[in-house]
C-alpha cells in the first residue's frame, strides 16, 4: 500500500513511519522542511517537501496514493507559512493573537482534512486523522465512547473531528478513530 504520511517528521510520524516501512508499504512523508526531510530519508520514505497549508499540493499528493495518515498540525508560530504569520500578527488586538494563531491553526487543519479526503481516489482508500486527547474533557476519564469537548483545552480542535465525519458519512472510507457516541452525530 502507498501511504502519505503528513507529519511525518514529527514525533508520532517518525514512529508511524518507521512501522509503515517495517510492514512493507511504500511511504511518502511531508516534511516542512529539507532538513526534517533529510532525517526521513534516512528512514527509507521519499520525501514531499511542503506545507499542509498548500492546498493543490496535498490534493495532488493524496490523488497519487492508497491512503493518507493525518498527524500534520501546527504547534509552533514558525510552523506556518509567512501569509498566516502575518494574518496573525497584524489581524488585530495584540493581546488576542494566541488566539488568532489557534483559529488559523486549527482552519488549516479543517481545510487539509477536507481536501485529502476529497482528493482520494474513490474505492479501498482510506483516511487516519489523528486528534489530541486535550479535546477530551478535562477530569473525566476518556474512553472510547467519550466525545470531544468544545469546552476542553483543545476544544476548538473538535472542528477538525467534525470534519472527518462529515466527509466518512459523504461515503468515504476512513478509519475511523472517533469514539462511538461522536459516530451517531
Not at 511504500?26 to 516534511?31: I, N, P, S, T
Not at 502575518?86 to 482534512?113: C, S
Amino acid at each position: 500500500m502507498r501511504v502519505l504520511v503528513t507529519g511525518a517528521t514529527g514525533f508520532i510520524g517518525g514512529a508511524v513511519v518507521r512501522e509503515l516501512l517495517d510492514a512493507g508499504h511504500q511511504v511518502v512523508g511531508l516534511a516542512r522542511s529539507e532538513k526534517a526531510g533529510k532525517r526521513l530519508a534516512a528512514l527509507g520514505a521519499p520525501v514531499q517537501i511542503g506545507s499542509i497549508e498548500d492546498l493543490a499540493g496535498l490534493r495532488k499528493m493524496a490523488a497519487a496514493v492508497d491512503g493518507v495518515i493525518h498527524l500534520a498540525y501546527f504547534h509552533k508560530f514558525s510552523h506556518s507559512g509567512l501569509p498566516t504569520r502575518l494574518r496573525v500578527l497584524f489581524g488585530g488586538n495584540p493581546r488576542h493573537m494566541v488566539m488568532r494563531f489557534m483559529k488559523a491553526a486549527i482552519e488549516t487543519d479543517r481545510r487539509a482534512i477536507e481536501i485529502l479526503g476529497t482528493a482520494l481516489p474513490t474505492g479501498d482508500r482510506a483516511l487516519v486523522v489523528a486528534m489530541p486527547t486535550m479535546t477530551l474533557t478535562p477530569g473525566r476519564l476518556g474512553t472510547e465512547d467519550s466525545a470531544g469537548d468544545p469546552q476542553s483545552p483543545g476544544g476548538l480542535r473538535v472542528i477538525s473531528e467534525h470534519t472527518t465525519l462529515d466527509l466518512a458519512n459523504r461515503g468515504g472510507t476512513f478509519l475511523d478513530c472517533t469514539p462511538p457516541a461522536d459516530r451517531a452525530r
